[in-house]
């Protein structure tokens, strides 16, 4: 089997939330390789790592919105990013009330 093709990224439906470790962000700068800097809700910016996961199948640009879960040790400094969101996402987010209209 291969993997599932998605012609238009508004088609997956799925809206995953941040887990409880897990927080919201925005991507201020790709770094190189497989860094970012995300700007966090709690006001925090953190560099984040793509997952090798993620980052085989999700292009990640600037001022997107990812959910990214701080390490265990240098949690104010570092995290991995878990997931990002499409625009229609970010949309359905801001009319929920789970991410401020300004973010």
């Given at each position: 089997m291969g993997?599932?093709?998605?012609?238009?990224?508004?088609?997956l439906k799925k809206i995953r939330l941040p887990e409880?470790?897990?927080?919201l962000g925005r991507v201020?700068?790709?770094?190189?390789?497989?860094?970012?800097?995300?700007?966090?809700?709690?006001?925090?910016?953190?560099?984040?790592?793509?997952?090798?996961?993620?980052k085989r199948r999700i292009w990640i640009r600037d001022n997107d919105i990812v959910i990214i879960a701080p390490w265990d040790f240098k949690a104010e400094e570092r995290g991995d990013i878990v997931w990002r969101f499409t625009l229609?996402?970010?949309?359905?987010?801001?009319?929920?009330g789970h991410i401020p209209r300004d973010f």
């Open positions: 993997k599932r093709k998605v012609l238009n990224e508004s088609a409880e470790g897990e927080l201020i700068k790709l770094l190189g390789s497989d860094q970012v800097l995300v700007k966090c809700m709690d006001d925090i910016t953190r560099r984040g790592r793509i997952r090798g996961k993620l229609a996402q970010v949309d359905g987010l801001k009319n929920g």
